[in-house]
C-alpha cells in the first residue's frame, strides 16, 4: 500500500476539527477560494466529472461541487472522510466520498474523470510517481489534472517547516517531512512518464504581515501545477 500509517494518524487526530476555519486546517480554507478559483479558470467545474486524490474533511472537494461538478472524493483517512460525509449531509452539496487507494481506484474508474485534483497530498505519500501515475489514468482524454505540493530548497524547510510549524504556529509541530518535498522539475517528471503534458506551474505566496495568501510566479515554496492527457490520436 503506497501509504505512511503515521501520516494518516497525524490528521485522523485532527479530523473532527478539519471544517473549523480556525483550527490547524485554517491555511487549508484560506487558500481554497485561490485553488478553485485557478483550477475552473482552467478547467470551467460546472457539468464535469471530478475526482479528489487525498480530499481529507472535504473543503476542496465541495467547493468544486458547489460550482456545479460532479465530485467524488477519495482519502484513506478514515475519520476525514467521515466528517467530509457528516459536512455534505450538513451543507447540502452532494460528493460521493469513498476510502479507496488512488491506485486502486485507476484500476477500477479508468478515464473517467474530466478533472482529477490533488492538492497538498503528493508530499505525505512514499510514492509519489505512483498516485501520479493513478491520476493519469482516471482522467479522460483531452482532460485535466491539478497537483499542489511544497517545494524542496532551504528557502522551503525555513518558510514550510520552520515559519509555519515552529515561528507563526499555523500547524503542528511534524505536519511536514522536508525529506518528502518534492521540487518542480521532479514533479514535471513524474507527470511527463504518466504520459501527461505539463500546461503551467503557479506559485502561492503567504505575507505574514497581512495574512494574505496570494498566487504568483514564485514557486520556491508552495505551488500548483496544471497537466493535461493529450486527446489520443
Ligand atoms: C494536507 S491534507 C490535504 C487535504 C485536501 N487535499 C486539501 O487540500 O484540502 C492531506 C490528505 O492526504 C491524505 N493522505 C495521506 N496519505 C494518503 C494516501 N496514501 N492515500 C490517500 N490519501 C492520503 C490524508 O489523509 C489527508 O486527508
Known amino acids: 500500500m ?15 476539527r478539519w471544517w473549523d476555519p480556525t483550527s490547524e486546517f485554517r491555511p487549508l480554507h484560506e487558500i481554497n477560494p485561490l485553488r478553485l478559483e485557478w483550477i475552473n479558470a482552467r478547467a470551467p467545474l460546472a457539468g ?13 472537494s465541495e467547493s468544486m461541487a458547489r460550482k456545479g461538478a460532479t465530485v467524488t472524493g477519495i482519502d484513506l483517512g478514515e475519520k476525514a472522510l467521515k466528517v467530509a460525509d457528516l459536512h455534505s449531509l450538513e451543507s447540502g452539496v452532494q460528493v460521493r466520498y469513498k476510502l ?6 485507476a484500476a477500477q474508474e479508468a478515464s473517467q474523470y474530466d478533472v482529477v485534483t490533488c492538492m497538498e497530498m503528493l508530499e505525505h505519500v512514499p510514492d509519489p510517481a505512483a498516485i501520479v501515475r493513478a491520476a493519469a489514468a482516471l482522467v479522460k482524454p483531452g482532460g485535466h489534472v491539478f497537483f499542489s505540493t511544497l517545494n524542496r530548497n532551504p528557502k522551503s524547510y ?6 509555519a510549524e515552529y515561528i507563526l504556529r499555523m500547524l503542528p ?13 521532479e514533479l514535471s517528471q513524474f507527470i511527463r512518464s504518466a ?18 495568501y496570494s498566487l504568483n510566479d514564485d514557486t520556491s515554496v508552495n505551488y500548483l501545477v496544471a497537466a493535461r492527457r493529450p486527446l489520443e490520436a
Open 158 to 163: 525555513l518558510f514550510a517547516v520552520i515559519g
Open 48 to 60: 464535469k466529472q471530478v475526482i479528489d486524490i487525498g480530499c481529507g474533511g472535504g473543503i476542496l
Open 195 to 212: 504520459g501527461l503534458e505539463v500546461q503551467g506551474f503557479k506559485g502561492m505566496g503567504y505575507n505574514p504581515l497581512t495574512k494574505i
Open 173 to 185: 509541530k511534524g505536519t511536514h517531512d522536508y525529506e518528502k518535498f518534492i521540487t518542480p522539475s
Open 2 to 16: 503506497n501509504a505512511d500509517p503515521l501520516e494518516l494518524q497525524k490528521f485522523s487526530e485532527l479530523a473532527h
Open 100 to 105: 479507496i487507494a488512488a491506485e486502486e481506484m
